[in-house]
């Protein structure tokens, strides 16, 4: 069997197909953890509006446990403002705003809007 010779044109196409397929792997996998982080934020935006419904308020102490968790999901700058931090009466609109950037550059907002049932 005679050894044939080789083109270095087609070995670099397969690099650089190979190189390109894994960036694209790359910034696929950064988009599918921004977008799990996001509905992470979802979930505790949901949590909160539901304890604001007993309460009829964003108490202080659900504030910094709020925010608490909110950094530690990675979430800077938050901003609750135009939540409702007074207390409603029963049946009165209540809502939960939180503004802020994932990763220090991702800017996000999450509004929640029920009424107080308490």
Request: proline share 1%.
């Amino acid at each position: 069997m005679k050894k044939e010779k080789g083109n270095v044109g087609e070995f670099m196409s397969v690099c650089i197909c190979m190189l390109l397929l894994t960036v694209l792997l790359a910034a696929y996998m950064d988009s599918v953890r921004l977008i799990d982080e996001k509905t992470e934020i979802n979930q505790i935006a949901r949590r909160y509006i539901l304890r604001m419904e007993t309460v009829g308020r964003l108490t202080e102490t659900d504030t910094a446990l709020l925010c608490q968790e909110l950094t530690a999901l990675g979430a800077s700058e938050v901003s609750l403002e135009g939540s409702t931090l007074v207390s409603a009466g029963y049946g009165e609109p209540i809502v939960l705003i939180i503004r802020g950037k994932l990763r220090g550059v991702y800017a996000f907002e999450e509004k929640r809007v029920s009424t107080a049932k308490y």
